[in-house]
T-cell receptor
Framework: DIQMTQSPSSLSASVGDRVTITCQAS??????LNWYQQKPGKAPKLLIY???NFESAVPSRFSGRGTGTEFTFTISSLQPEDIGTYYC?????????FGQGTRLEIK | QVQLQESGPGLVKPSETLSLTCTVS????????WSWIRQPPGKGLEWFGY?????????NPSLKSRVSMSVDASKNQFSLKLTSVTAADTAVYFC???FGSGTFDSWGQGTLVTVSS
């Protein structure tokens, strides 16, 4: 299985801060990498697909980049509604696997 | 916008079979893959596998011996069965539409299944 390692596991930042989460794959996955946001008690929501493409209606402050084994997800200006847990997920090879999640809190 | 809704028992006894159904509305089940994903309390996400609208399947090898999926296109539903459950199978179970070969673009709200006697 392809292992997905996110860092940090948790993050506390202030409103307006630039926030970056890293996801590392255990092998080359090209750009077959998605990012999801999950709020407590809710299903995950797709934000970014194929490493850098915005899902419809996703605010432009969210962005993703990377290819191969190293990927980043950035919130350019953190908003209060962005609290939650963020997951990366690869689909280059089966089984589909997720990172362990990054919990984002507001200071 | 397509909507998904999981249904099934919230409590299953150890060694029994967990059965869940996902009903798709405001869209057709045809021409897509449909996945099951679970999340144990306070933990991360695990993909079970997916089924295509034609009925072909691909399961996570870690669960393959206990998992089966089926689809009923006439009802716009697909289903999950997990046999020989233990407490470790206690989780929120999500169904999700799977775009392409692995992008989950629409999710059900999730249903908590507890394995306990």
């Amino acid at each position: 299985d392809i292992q997905m390692t996110q860092s940090p596991s948790s993050l506390s930042a202030s409103v307006g801060d630039r926030v970056t989460i890293t996801c590392q794959a255990s092998q080359d996955i090209s750009n077959y990498l998605n990012w999801y946001q999950q709020k407590p008690g809710k299903a995950p929501k797709l934000l970014i697909y194929d490493a850098s493409n915005f899902e419809s209606a996703v605010p432009s402050r969210f962005s993703g980049r990377g290819t191969g084994t190293e990927f980043t997800f950035t919130i350019s200006s953190l908003q209060p509604e962005d609290i939650g847990t963020y997951y990366c997920q690869q689909y280059d090879d089966l089984p589909i696997t997720f990172g362990q999640g990054t919990r984002l809190e507001i200071k | 916008q397509v909507q998904l809704q999981e249904s099934g028992p919230g409590l299953v006894k150890p060694s029994e079979t967990l059965s869940l159904t996902c009903t798709v509305s405001s869209g057709s089940i045809s021409s897509y893959y449909w996945s099951w994903i679970r999340q144990p309390p306070g933990k991360g996400l695990e993909w079970f596998g997916y089924i295509y609208s034609s009925g072909s399947t691909n399961y996570n090898p870690s669960l393959k011996s206990r998992v089966s999926m089926s689809v009923d296109a006439s009802k716009n539903q697909f289903s999950l069965k997990l046999t020989s459950v233990t407490a470790a199978d206690t989780a929120v179970y999500f169904c999700a539409r799977t775009f392409g070969s692995g992008t989950f673009d629409s999710w059900g709200q999730g249903t908590l299944v507890t394995v306990s006697s």
